[in-house]
């Protein structure tokens, strides 16, 4: 891998081949002899970018560079128990797979993934057909680099190398550029070597070492909610509002390097591989590939120590405020009453992607997180709403008036009435985001039933004492109206492998009809269920002790 080409290509060429539900239920293995050329952070960006394809993990065989990178870290007694051990953490000599993709990385191109998901792959050499083609804005409004996807000193340093190029041609920035550090130790290290200082004076803009942009933590104001743009970063996820909050926003990933080559050019047209620009006195010239080493020749600097230690050990209370805004006091979850589930209304029948953020947004909701009621208040109001095709407006079948989905949920709540949401594929794709499945439970749902469901949400609404449930023929899904009400028969003999059955009792008065319901429940997962959420199964298993 050389010139212009990132260890993320790597990543985004794999998710337009495999799309972000490609790799669900399978461990991905990256093998061969390129890599060798990739830096361990290399790997991380690859691996962590794993979740963008559906897969259960991302795993690189054991090497040098693995070892480089722990010995720099303060961790050279692991770094030498791994080497003892190395051949059994590598793949076995002709192991079998169930499919190996080949890429090439001496021809691998840079690429730019989206815009609204992350699987939709284009090579920089087809990127400016791709604009045309779709009408995207063109204008680049911002570029944004850093976060935990691409913020290692690897990254860091070659972004800095082009912003040193673009300064000893007298340019700056023509679109606001970000930069956020992924730790403490890698800022103050950047700080110390000089990278940060030069991507300032390129016209650079340092953000704080956290999540950031990526999530929404970004507080915009050179365009209007509604209003079309494009930004692009080098984060791993560019739902629908995810940065911004705003639904026009056409937001694409790429690598470090693309991104700050293209902040200088202020144009989503621009690829630095072809490219010229114009330097100060008006004369053309084109960026070097960009430089940086894969870890710092002086040693990472820790930075800044933020632990604060508590005063005592054995402190069992914790003080809330009962006026709080932001921290409420959790109450644990019904226990199963030992009966189908009978009489549910349907909240919502979503159609098309539902990320996590569209299930539970975060960026200024994050103020929330430790209040489950006032966070509950996002509870999928970015799904769009099959009925309708409206985001966060659904009837309210007790009142026949139309309400935002929590409000909703709560009525049916408050008067007793449980409910079920129905989705499509890959529900619950991108973040882990443990609210996503509280929300649902403390609003009143009992199941989520869907195409199929992302792994890691799939796992949280089983911990929170929910039923995600999937359709065994998916073609009931399109039978079923938001209107119907559903049972859900053969909870009393629950067990691994065996369905469930779907019961809908028609709106329309037509006769009933049924469907059965896949799931993957273990026998443990089970006991969550009965419990009411597996906290609860845990608290019991203590009392037993």
């Known amino acids: 891998m050389s010139g212009w080409t990132a260890p993320k290509d790597v990543i985004l060429k794999v998710a337009g081949i495999l799309t972000v539900k490609g790799g669900t239920g399978a461990i991905v293995e990256y093998f061969g002899p390129g890599v060798e050329s990739l830096s361990c952070t290399g790997m991380g960006t690859i691996c962590n970018m794993g979740a963008e394809i559906g897969a259960t993990t991302s795993i690189f065989?054991?090497?040098?560079?693995?070892?480089?990178?722990?010995?720099?870290?303060?961790r050279p007694d692991i770094a030498s128990y791994a080497e003892q051990f190395a051949p059994v953490i590598a793949a076995d000599e002709n192991a079998p797979y169930d499919e190996v993709i080949e890429i090439n990385l001496s021809t691998l191109e840079p690429h730019i993934n989206?815009?609204?998901?992350?699987?939709?792959?284009?090579?920089?050499?087809?990127?400016?057909?791709?604009?045309?083609?779709?009408?995207?804005?063109?204008?680049?409004?911002?570029?944004?680099?850093?976060?935990?996807?691409?913020?290692?000193?690897?990254?860091m340093s070659r972004a800095a190398s082009?912003?040193?190029?673009?300064?000893?041609?007298?340019?700056?920035?023509?679109?606001l550029f970000t930069i956020t550090p992924g730790s403490e130790q890698v800022r103050a290290t950047l700080e110390r070597d000089g990278q940060l200082e030069t991507m300032r004076k390129a016209g650079g803009v340092v953000l704080a070492n956290a999540c950031g942009p990526c999530i929404g933590q970004w507080k915009r104001t050179d365009v209007q909610k509604g209003e079309k743009n494009s930004i692009i970063t080098s984060y791993n996820r560019n739902f629908t509002g995810r940065n911004d909050a705003n639904p026009a926003t056409h937001a694409f990933v790429t690598s470090p390097d693309i991104v700050t080559a293209m902040v200088f050019a202020g144009?989503?047209?621009?690829?630095?591989?072809?490219?010229?620009l114009k330097d100060s006195n008006g004369?053309?010239?084109?960026?070097?590939?960009?430089?940086?080493?894969?870890?710092?020749?002086?040693?990472?600097?820790?930075?800044?120590?933020?632990?604060?230690?508590?005063?005592?050990e054995n402190v069992q209370d914790v003080a809330i405020d009962p006026k709080s805004q932001r921290l409420q006091r959790l109450a644990p979850f019904n226990r199963w009453d030992g009966k189908d589930a009978k009489g549910l209304k349907i909240l919502i029948k979503s159609k098309g992607k539902c990320t996590t953020d569209h299930i539970s947004?975060?960026?200024?909701?994050?103020?929330?997180?430790?209040?489950?009621?006032?966070?509950?208040?996002?509870?999928?109001?970015?799904a769009v709403n099959a009925e309708n095709g409206e985001a966060n407006k659904l009837k309210n079948q007790l009142t026949g008036e139309y309400d935002t989905v929590p409000n909703v949920a709560i009525s049916y709540r408050d008067n007793g009435i449980r409910w079920v949401s129905i989705g499509e594929q890959n529900f619950g794709e991108g973040s882990s985001r443990e609210h996503a499945a509280l929300e649902p439970r403390y609003l009143g749902g009992t199941a989520i039933i869907t195409k199929s469901f992302a792994?890691?949400?799939?796992?949280?609404?089983?911990?929170?004492?929910?039923?995600?449930?999937?359709?065994?023929d998916p073609a009931a899904y399109d039978k079923i109206t938001p209107f119907d009400t559903v049972d859900i028969v053969g909870l009393p003999s629950f067990q691994p492998r065996?369905?469930?059955?779907?019961?809908?009792?028609?709106?329309?008065?037509s006769p009933e009809w049924s469907t059965p319901l896949n799931h993957t429940f273990n026998e443990d997962q089970i006991a969550w269920f009965k419990a009411g959420s597996a906290l609860n199964h845990m608290a019991d298993m203590h009392k037993k002790q």
């Open 61 to 74: 065989p054991f090497n040098s560079r693995m070892s480089e990178y722990l010995r720099a870290t303060s």
């Open 455 to 472: 792994r890691i949400h799939e796992t949280n609404l089983k911990k929170q004492g929910l039923l995600p449930l999937t359709f065994a």
């Open 162 to 175: 082009i912003c040193q190029q673009a300064i000893d041609k007298g340019i700056k920035t023509k679109s």
């Open 114 to 155: 989206g815009p609204f998901t992350p699987d939709l792959a284009t090579p920089v050499s087809k990127f400016k057909d791709a604009i045309a083609e779709h009408k995207w804005p063109e204008e680049l409004k911002v570029g944004l680099i850093g976060s935990c996807t691409n913020s290692s000193y690897e990254d």
């Open 498 to 509: 065996k369905p469930l059955t779907l019961v809908i009792h028609p709106a329309d008065g």
């Open 361 to 382: 947004a975060a960026g200024p909701w994050l103020k929330y997180r430790g209040h489950l009621q006032n966070i509950s208040n996002n509870y999928m109001i970015g």
């Open 267 to 276: 144009n989503m047209n621009f690829n630095p591989l072809t490219d010229t």
């Open 283 to 312: 004369n053309e010239f084109k960026f070097e590939a960009p430089s940086g080493a894969g870890l710092p020749s002086k040693g990472y600097d820790p930075g800044v120590d933020t632990y604060v230690e508590p005063k005592s």
